[in-house]
């Protein structure tokens, strides 16, 4: 069992930046996540790092602008988000790896956190 504790979300204009962390309750070499839900919308996937951090993902939509980042001494998982649109406006989600499905799939995600709020105003 692992608890999730995200943070750093707030209230940002278009073309700022913001660090979300996702703080674990123990350390695991899971792969974790980041998925976003915005109002009316699916879950989709962010990005996410492996379990050793030498690889990471994104979605086509964040490449470029958002690095997912991990620390093992802290047991943390950052994103920090660069150049933010009000696209990008969204709960947004820690998750750690189970077993199975690919890693951009939400239902291979065993662990999730509660969410921190993301808002860009233009």
């Known amino acids: 069992q692992v608890q999730l504790v995200e943070s750093g979300g707030g209230l940002v204009q278009a073309g700022d930046s913001l660090r979300l962390s996702c703080a674990a309750s123990?350390?695991?070499?899971?792969?974790y996540g980041w998925f976003r839900q915005a109002p009316g919308k699916e879950r989709e996937f962010v990005a996410a790092?492996?379990?050793?951090?030498?690889?990471?993902y994104y979605s086509d939509s964040v490449k470029g602008r958002f690095t997912i980042s991990r620390d093992y001494a802290k047991n943390t998982v950052a994103l920090q988000m660069n150049s933010v649109t009000p696209e990008d406006t969204a709960l947004y989600y820690c998750?750690?790896?189970?077993?199975?499905?690919?890693?951009?799939?939400?239902?291979?995600?065993?662990?999730w956190g509660q969410g921190t709020q993301v808002t860009v105003s233009s």
């Open positions: 790092i492996s379990g050793s951090g030498g690889v990471s």
């Open positions: 998750a750690a790896r189970g077993m199975g499905w690919g890693i951009s799939d939400l239902r291979g995600y065993a662990y």
């Open positions: 123990r350390r695991t070499f899971s792969s």
